[in-house]
């Protein structure tokens, strides 16, 4: 027992050596190595208030106070948009109304006109007549002296040239012991012709004569015409047709 305090007594005294460079160099590194547990304040540390975020604390345009004490921004864009879209919408809803009126319109136009060639067609007085010419340009009708109307057919002509349109022309007979003349394409001892309206393109299809077919009239001519159509023929007629008697 007394050999033992004495050997404390010499340890006690020694003077304590360096460490070993390696050891150091050993002991840093287990250090970086572990993890290292924060103090909390429970433990009698000082713990660090935790961080705002990039955002917190900021206001502006637009912003609104949060719980908490930070700000959050409206969906300012998404305001924007549906504005832009709803705007779009009611555009869209007004363009597609003004297309289905007008169709509507040339729906009605269309039936109109079949159920107008229809009551030529079964007229009680409907006469039918056609001709043709050597190079195969032909006008084909049925009148209806009682309606006043005929439907015409043209076929055979060519387009016409640009700034030029094909007009039908209907002609009556002149008075017996009349001494008028013929004017512009009308064949000699007929009356002024008048003008039955425009052909569309080459006058392939189907034309409804309406106003001014009566009893006088004896003849189809159809004339090559400036665009717009003209009062009276300017050139001799492309093609004509005799409606004889019915």
Not at 49 to 74: D, M, N, V
Request: charge should be positive; aromatic fraction near 2%; charged fraction near 20%.
């Amino acid at each position: 027992m007394r050999d033992l305090a004495q050997g404390a007594v010499r340890l006690a005294r020694a003077v304590a050596a360096p460490a070993p460079p390696q050891m150091r160099q050993r002991v840093l590194a287990a250090a970086q190595a572990t993890p290292q547990e924060a103090s909390s304040a429970a433990d009698g540390g000082y713990a660090a208030p935790p961080a705002r975020a990039a955002h917190a604390g900021r206001s502006g345009p637009g912003g609104r106070r949060a719980r908490g004490g930070g700000y959050l921004r409206r969906p300012v864009f998404g305001l924007r948009l549906a504005g832009a879209v709803a705007a779009l919408s009611l555009i869209a809803a007004a363009v597609l109304g003004v297309e289905l009126v007008r169709t509507r319109d040339r729906l009605d136009q269309e039936r109109g006109a079949t159920r107008a060639v229809e009551q030529v067609l079964s007229a009680p007085d409907a006469h039918g007549v056609s001709g043709r010419d050597v190079q195969g340009r032909g006008i084909n009708a049925v009148t209806s002296r009682r309606l006043g109307a005929a439907v015409v057919t043209v076929s055979g002509l060519p387009a016409p040239p640009d700034g030029r349109t094909y007009q039908l022309w209907m002609i009556d007979a002149a008075p017996e012991g009349s001494s008028e003349g013929s004017s512009g394409g009308a064949p000699e001892g007929s009356a002024t012709p008048r003008s039955a309206g425009l052909l569309k393109g080459s006058g392939e299809g189907t034309s409804l004569v309406t106003g001014g077919f009566g009893a006088h009239t004896e003849r189809l001519a159809v004339t090559l015409e400036p665009d717009g159509g003209s009062t009276r023929p300017t050139t001799n007629p492309v093609v004509q047709l005799a409606l004889g008697d019915p």
